[in-house]
């Protein structure tokens, strides 16, 4: 098979992950691969070279400032030579021939095709996508509730072989490269989402179609920990959301921004009256939905919040 697919990795200096999804890239889907990108976000000197002494066929692309996901992606995406671009998250291990499966759906997809992504698991197997529905300012409301379960099946999801979907999940899908730069690549408004549920209702909104594949699978290790930069993260992903679900509109923005901070009240009020020892998942969840609070009315960008609460 041809090699036409431009690999683009984002890595926050995690070589421990970094590595075995290179090395499952290289073992059984380098027939593909025309190159592969790796956006080493903050490495230090000893991993950057640990990263070129094992991997001198990557190409490296330094970043060395605070950039969210779209971003560092974009750093990449604007070298690319590739007709196909593969997104994958560092924390994720491909079966042998995935890439390769996925560029032979796009041969049976009409022309309007622009992305199809595998079903997306976790170690234990479990689904965590597989397609994705509309995400709707109703949808989101719910999903802060924790009542979303994408698998759950719909129309749009959890659908038999190729199926098409409405948008993607950016832990891993193949765009074709003319249609995903004609999109202007990843929304850098947003810093840790919704920019793949976004770039999805862009190619539906320009008249392409989103596909999805459940014969096809990855694995995506995806930690359940809470970080303890999650008194940042938090803060810009909801101010992400509130910028794609509010849709510049005043009213809309402004309920769902008097919703987010109602929620974070009452999880304020938990927290305060639990035992919260320093570095603790209590301490960390209190100042991260105080800091939620504090900035859910705020006209600052997500990247401006994360810098913020990240120096604090």
């Known amino acids: 098979m041809a090699q036409v697919v431009s690999v683009v990795i984002v890595c926050m200096n995690r070589p421990d992950i970094l590595f075995p999804c290179l090395d499952s890239i290289r073992e059984g889907n380098a027939d593909a691969v025309l190159e592969t990108f790796v956006v080493a976000c903050r490495f230090s000197e000893q991993n950057l070279a640990l990263l070129q002494e094992k991997y001198p066929w990557v190409t490296l692309v330094l970043s060395d400032q605070v950039r969210g996901f779209s971003e560092n992606n974009n750093l990449a995406l604007r070298k690319v030579r590739g007709e ?12 042998p021939g995935l890439i390769s499966g996925l560029l032979e759906d796009f041969g049976k997809l009409p022309p309007d095709a622009a992305a199809v992504s595998p079903c997306i698991r976790f170690a234990s197997g479990k689904v965590q996508t597989c397609g994705r529905a509309p995400w709707t ?19 749009w999801s959890m659908q038999e072989g190729l199926f098409r979907t409405w948008t993607l999940n950016g ?76 849709d ?7 309920a769902l921004s008097a919703f987010i901070w109602s929620y974070e009240l009452l999880r304020v009020c938990k927290y305060l009256f639990a035992s919260r020892p320093a570095g603790s998942r209590n301490e960390v969840m209190f100042r991260t939905a105080r800091n939620v609070m504090r900035t859910a009315f705020s006209k600052d960008t997500p990247k401006e919040l994360f810098i913020r609460f990240s120096r604090s």
């Open 248 to 254: 510049g509109k005043f009213l809309k923005t402004f």
């Open 171 to 246: 832990a891993c899908f193949l765009a074709r490269t003319a249609f995903f730069r004609e999109a202007g690549w990843f929304d850098e408004r947003f810093f840790f989402t919704p920019e793949d549920i976004a770039l999805g209702q862009l190619f539906n909104a320009a008249g392409h179609t989103v596909w999805a594949d459940a014969d096809l699978s990855i694995t995506h290790l995806a930690g359940g920990s809470v970080s303890r930069m999650e008194p940042a993260i938090k803060p810009a992903r909801v101010r992400g959301a509130l910028i794609y679900y509010g």
């Open 84 to 95: 196909y671009c593969f997104i994958v998250n560092d924390d994720t291990v491909l079966p």
């Open 137 to 155: 300012p109703w949808r989101y409301v719910k999903h802060y509730l924790h009542r979303v379960d994408e698998t759950v099946p719909t129309p």
